[in-house]
């Protein structure tokens, strides 16, 4: 089955999101018309279904009515520039699972994609755990544990933390920068626990909109408001006896942080529209890059519910605070890219180890991946790191930038280099955009300047 449809009359709209979204993993189609969507309808189904309000008949409301009728459980996420409160009304009550105002980050896109696969996969899971119980259990206590990598001081004093607090059912706060690796702790807490065989429920809490998030959490019963046509578990039941990861807890809202506080306190939640207690029996593990203490003082988080967290803190160190780590995680980034140069030359890890990776590990995994789609196929030098700051590699660069006596023309040299980048990328435009040093947007702008076909 492939993942996703994405429907929009604007072609350049929907390429980016395709290729936003393959570059996450999923499998993607993309239809122009809502013709042609539904044509895909009838002879695929997907898990989750993109598409644009707004289009010449058949248009979103219609796609969304046709895919709940054939196929239920396909998620739908509407995109529209037209925002207002009665089309979201509407889309609700036809069953939509979420509703983006235009422009978007793609980011966000991504994040709302996430979850929502996420929940649809714990929802069949738990289904499934209904059904076949004992033998489902079985499979879930052979997950495999996870490894917090790096030999340094800062990697060795976590993973110690993490030793300590594993075995017992305290709740555990996760603190570190953006792309430092905060949910991969939650995981190895979890592995490492007596609750291992059972499942890991993780949830974004700043990636949901805060009208839904309750909701997300504690679910809701039929009927309980505008579209919510069946009983929905939240994220509290589907991670019964298990662990469930609350990521970016600084940016729940006000009313949803005082639930959670009631939540965590009587360990019993109630559904949305629900007036039954449903007892819950989990371990919570939350994480923020934000300073919590200092939330507290500007009235943005409540001092009770930090208490409450806070119970076994961990920091997690910046990449720059255990740059001896750096040629350990990006060797073992290459062998998780199967890369057939599995090392990296000396001077190309110096070159690493200088740097001062405010991206943490995410950018570390970045430029590798980068250098791989540079180096294509061949062993990895210093000069196919890509560094912020530094300039691209181009080879026999001075002299390619040798000036003939008539002058040049620039725009007809980026087509040509635009061109040459999708040919060596195989028409891969996120590929080609990080040959080119630019971003994908840049790209689909620049193709269209160009007259190079999308």
């Known amino acids: 089955m492939t993942d996703i449809l994405i429907v929009d009359d604007e072609k350049r709209m929907g390429e980016l999101l395709r290729e936003e979204l393959e570059d996450a993993g999923f499998r993607v189609d993309v239809a122009t018309t809502g013709a042609a969507a539904l044509e895909r309808l009838q002879i695929a189904d997907y898990r ?73 996969r714990l929802a069949r899971e738990n289904t499934l755990l209904v059904q076949e119980n004992s033998l489902l259990r079985d499979q879930l206590a052979g997950q495999i544990s996870v490894t917090i990598l790096g030999d340094s001081p800062a990697v060795l004093e976590l993973r110690r933390l993490i030793s300590l607090v594993a075995p017992t059912d305290a709740t555990v706060l996760v603190q570190g920068p953006s792309g430092s690796g905060k949910e991969l702790v939650a995981r190895e807490v979890h592995a490492r626990s007596p609750r291992a065989g059972k499942p890991f429920v993780a949830i974004n809490c700043a990636a949901i909109p805060a009208s839904l998030l309750e909701s997300e959490l504690f679910g809701h019963e039929k009927g309980s408001f505008t579209g919510a046509d069946a009983r929905k578990l939240g994220r509290f039941e589907l991670a019964q006896h298990g662990t469930l990861f609350l990521d970016e807890i600084s940016e729940l809202d006000p009313d949803v942080q005082a639930k959670l506080l009631r939540a965590l306190e009587q360990r019993q939640i109630t559904r949305v529209g629900g007036t039954q207690s449903i007892a819950v029996d989990l371990r919570v593990v939350a994480a923020t890059n934000r300073d919590l203490e200092a939330a507290i003082r500007s009235g943005s988080f409540r001092e009770d519910l930090y208490y409450r967290l806070n119970v076994f803190p961990v920091l997690v160190p910046p990449l720059a605070a255990r740059r001896q780590d750096v040629p350990l995680l990006a060797e073992f980034f290459l062998r998780e890219m199967r890369y057939p140069h599995p090392r990296i030359a000396p001077a190309a890890l110096d070159s690493l180890r200088q740097h001062d990776w405010p991206g943490n590990v995410r950018e570390l995994r970045n430029i590798v991946e980068r250098a791989t789609i540079l180096a294509q196929g061949q062993p990895l030098e210093a000069m196919h790191f890509l560094m912020p700051g530094t300039v691209p590699f181009t080879p026999n660069l001075h002299a390619a930038m040798d000036l003939p006596d008539g002058g040049i023309d620039l725009d007809q040299l980026e087509g040509h280099l635009i061109r040459r980048a999708l040919e060596k990328t195989q028409n891969n435009k996120a590929a080609a955009a990080r040959l080119l040093g630019m971003t994908r947007r840049t790209l689909y702008s620049r193709m269209e300047k160009h007259g190079i076909a999308l």
């Open 48 to 120: 989750l279904v993109i598409t644009d309000l707004r289009m010449t008949p058949p248009d979103g409301l219609e796609i969304l009515r046709a895919v709940k009728t054939r196929t239920p459980d396909t998620a739908v996420v509407l995109m529209t520039a037209y925002s207002s409160v009665q089309s979201a009304r509407e889309a609700f009550k036809l069953g939509a699972n979420d509703y983006v105002i235009k422009p978007f980050d793609l980011d966000e896109m991504r994040h709302i994609v996430q979850n929502l696969l996420e929940t649809q």
